[in-house]
């Protein structure tokens, strides 16, 4: 079954971040290079595909059209011309790669063995960017080319600060000097063998990601103080921000078992506080449920201890200042709360007893 314009450029516009469009058109190198560098190289190759989508389909397809384009150009010319958005697709992707194998790659020691040998693996991620980037489309190159450039400058990465995008640079450039064209259509593969080999590669992309994230990666403090991610990220979910909302979540889940969906989104509605009145309860230190006396009196209590006459100092002034006002604006906020719902509670009496509004009269004298 042909490939279709229309569900091309569909897929493009909602999964095209991710490659589904290529993946559609049997492009699977290409869409595993958009997935990696989402939408490719940051959403410029996205917009590229824009405008090519019309010639990938038609490749896709075999047209007769695009086949007799395509044996013109092989006769007019013998060797692929050079392309130089696709040299630098080869060394962006190859320096991608080449940075998280190297990044991965944990600095202390694990089970007191040290892993520092595997930064001989640099220079093949370098040249698997290369020569994935360089078979894309009608083109195809060797991987043995990629992989003696990629090695020749492998010195550097004993350095104190490894250039390791020379490895992708190089790479690319011998990987070009025996580009040739691909005379015959790639083979028709299966959908699931497609689908399971991209998920091997995109795992094994991802553990990459994974072991930077936790062996090496660090997050610097406003102090100047370093911690390791994966340390940041288990204080961070013992935290009270963190513990609360955990906390919310499983008794909405409960409140949901119970009452159904229907109250549920009500409770949701509360639980986010539009009105305000949660935050303000907070400030006053006051119980939910709090009556306008003790709303009163707490706000009297706090005006008394916030006053910024009370304070000496620019900053202490300033500071009483800000707290004085917040407190206000809770007191304000609950008092009007509080007035809405005693009028709503008298409406609502009014009509259960089924007694009439009265109706106002106005009568002028003539």
Not at 14 to 30: A, S, V
Request: hydrophobic share 40%; charged share 20%; glycine share 8%.
């Amino acid at each position: 079954m042909g490939k279709s314009v229309i569900v091309t450029y569909i897929l493009w516009f909602f999964g095209g971040w991710f490659g589904m469009h290529h993946f559609y058109l049997g492009r699977d190198k290409q869409a595993f290079v958009w997935w990696c560098l989402f939408g490719g190289y940051g959403g410029v190759g996205l917009m590229n595909d824009l405008f090519r989508i019309p010639r990938y389909v038609q490749e896709a397809n075999y047209e007769h059209k695009y086949v007799e384009e395509f044996k013109e150009l092989m006769k007019k010319k013998p060797k692929p011309p050079y392309c130089w958005y696709r040299l630098i697709g080869q060394i962006v992707f190859g320096n991608l790669l080449s940075w998280l194998v190297y990044a991965a790659i944990p600095v202390e020691p694990i089970m007191g063995i040290s892993l520092w040998w595997l930064i001989s693996l640099v220079p093949l991620a370098s040249a698997i960017g290369v020569y994935t980037v360089g078979n894309i489309g009608r083109e195809e190159g060797s991987i043995r080319n990629a992989l003696i450039g990629a090695y020749v400058p492998i010195f550097f990465y004993t350095m104190a600060n490894p250039k390791y995008y020379w490895s992708s640079v190089l790479s690319a450039v011998a990987f070009r000097t025996q580009v040739k064209w691909k005379r015959t259509p790639p083979k028709k593969r299966g959908f699931c063998r497609r689908i399971t080999t991209l998920a091997v590669y995109g795992t094994i992309y991802a553990s990459l990601w994974g072991s930077f994230l936790y062996f090496n990666m660090v997050i610097t403090t406003e102090h100047g103080e370093t911690i390791k991610f994966r340390d940041s990220v288990k204080n961070l979910l013992k935290s009270p921000m963190v513990v609360e909302l955990r906390e919310s979540l499983q008794t909405l889940w409960q409140y949901y078992r119970i009452h159904g969906f229907g109250s549920l989104w009500t409770e949701i509605i509360a639980r986010f506080d539009p009105l305000g009145e949660r935050n303000a309860l907070r400030v006053l230190d006051l119980p939910k449920g709090a009556t306008q006396e003790q709303i009163t009196r707490k706000w009297r209590q706090l005006t008394r201890q916030w006053h910024p006459d009370k304070f000496q100092g620019e900053e202490e002034k300033a500071q009483a200042q800000e707290k004085f006002l917040e407190i206000k604006e809770a007191f304000d906020k609950l008092s009007v709360i509080h007035t809405k719902r005693k009028k709503q509670n008298a409406r609502s009496r009014t009509m259960e007893e089924g007694e009439p509004f009265e109706a106002h009269t106005y009568q002028t004298d003539l």
